[in-house]
């Protein structure tokens, strides 16, 4: 299963709120979002499915993942995988400025995410 929510991109402005190793950027495909407590459910086995799917589509994706020292976002999939016991990789477009009025991302993530789904439904 795919959670496609929205992921954090880098952003210019703040970048120290950023990992300095995993930084997303917009328009530079699709972000694969990995949390060490859980708040992601992305497993080496869902993000190898996902990749894969991306590599069939031609589409490159990046990874998110919380930094420890800051509390970080989380999605429904961790509610839905406490439900059905189905691997779920948590994953979505890079954007700037996440719940304000101020949202900023790329189309090209946005066609390339459409390619990934389309490979996935043709399987």
Do not use: C
């Not at 190793?21 to 407590?37: D, H, L, Q, S, Y």
């Not at 989380?74 to 995988?81: D, F, H, K, L, V």
């Amino acid at each position: 299963m795919i959670s496609s929510d929205q992921a954090h991109a880098a952003h210019p402005n703040f970048a120290s709120y950023a990992d300095p190793t995993n930084r997303p950027r917009i328009n530079e495909g699709p972000v694969i979002k990995v949390a060490a407590n859980g708040a992601y459910t992305s497993d080496a086995n869902s993000i190898a499915v996902f990749r894969n799917l991306a590599r069939i589509a031609g589409v490159k994706t990046q990874t998110f993942v919380n930094r420890s020292d800051k509390r970080g976002g989380s999605t429904i999939a961790s509610i839905t995988t406490s439900k059905l016991d189905i691997p779920i990789v948590d994953v979505k477009n890079p954007m700037w400025g996440m719940h304000s009025a101020v949202e900023t991302a790329g189309v090209k993530d946005q066609e390339a995410m459409e390619k990934i789904i389309t490979v996935l439904f043709e399987q």
